[in-house]
């Protein structure tokens, strides 16, 4: 991992706010220059937040800040007050990250909108208003993405609230550089040449895809070395993955120790939505879920998902 300190080139405004639960606290700063990356901090995990910035209207520059430092940085960052953005908007800030992801009619899960098919309605209201009840989905660890093939699966998620209900439909973040390093030198040394094998036909999402629309058997160290900042982190795709080429057993004893790991009740952060909250995250060293709880209540969000590789779109196709 990179251990120089955080230079002098820009000065941090931070504001904390600890979140009551002492999972995680919030901060806003200035920028950050390429050079200080850091790892995470060693107290707890942290959201970090950027207010007084609409996202329409930023600069090349700071855009490039974002997706080259900050969200490498710190796994998950908050952006707040996008008021009103639009499905264009949301899909124009996505592009202006990466290629953005489009999947086929198959893999949508009837969330799309026509003339859309980067942008999933993450929702429990269908489109003529009626609310599904007692609506549950993703109330699981996972990481989007994971049955991409390595590099490719480097791909940051973009989660904006629209209608947010009065109570729960939080969703949960974990940050897997800080799981790495609560693992014991035994484990760290047990699982550095092991890979986890992500099969598109056991995701419960995609059950009754045709197999054409299925995406190849997809491989990943579970010792894993982000391809910006370097920092080790663990990557396992969802925690129900097997090991592969390890007997059952084995994988399961492995997993449940790499699973305690990643989701220690004190180091997750909860994100509480507010009309407005964009969140933008980094699918390689986070994982999320939602945590539920919103009965019936409506709960309208807004996902889209960019490629950050361009090296691997560029010699591999990155279309489902």
């Not at 969330?111 to 859309?116: D, I």
């Not at 592969?244 to 989701?263: F, G, W, Y």
Request: glycine fraction near 6%; include cysteine; proline fraction near 6%.
């Amino acid at each position: 991992m990179h251990s120089n300190p955080i230079t002098s080139l820009a000065t941090f405004v931070f504001t904390a706010l600890a979140i009551r639960s002492g999972a995680a606290v919030a901060r806003e700063s200035t920028p950050v220059l390429a050079e200080q990356i850091i790892p995470p901090a060693a107290d707890r995990f942290e959201m970090f937040t950027i207010s007084g910035e609409d996202l329409r209207s930023m600069s090349d520059e700071r855009i490039d800040e974002l997706k080259t430092v900050l969200v490498p940085k710190h796994g998950v960052i908050l952006l707040k007050n996008q008021t009103n953005l639009s499905k264009d908007d949301i899909v124009r800030i996505t592009e202006r990250f990466g290629k953005p992801v489009s999947l086929p009619d198959s893999l949508r899960f009837n969330n799309t909108y026509e003339g859309y098919p980067a942008l999933a309605r993450v929702s429990n209201v269908l489109p003529n208003g009626t609310i599904l009840k007692e609506h549950k989905a993703a109330e699981y660890w996972h990481s989007d993405g994971d049955f991409w093939g390595p590099r490719r699966n480097y791909i940051f998620n973009f989660l904006y609230a629209e209608i947010v209900p009065p109570v729960g439909g939080a969703t949960g973040l974990v940050d897997l550089r800080r799981a790495y390093h609560r693992l014991d030198d035994a484990t760290k040394e047990e699982i550095k040449d092991l890979e986890v094998v992500v099969k598109c036909k056991d995701i419960p999402d995609f059950k009754g895809a045709p197999d054409e629309y299925l995406q190849p058997d997809a491989y990943h160290k579970i010792r894993h070395e982000h391809i910006v900042t370097g920092t080790v982190g663990l990557y396992v795709g969802t925690v129900q993955a097997k090991i592969h080429n390890i007997p059952s057993e084995e994988s399961d004893r492995i997993m449940k120790k790499l699973v305690d790991a990643i989701t220690d009740p004190s180091d997750q952060l909860v994100h509480q939505w507010e009309a407005g909250d964009m969140l933008i995250w980094d699918n390689t060293s986070t994982m999320h879920r939602s945590m539920g709880g919103y009965l019936d209540h409506p709960r309208v969000l807004y996902r889209t998902q960019a490629f950050m590789d361009a090296a691997a779109c560029a010699t591999e196709s990155c279309s489902a």
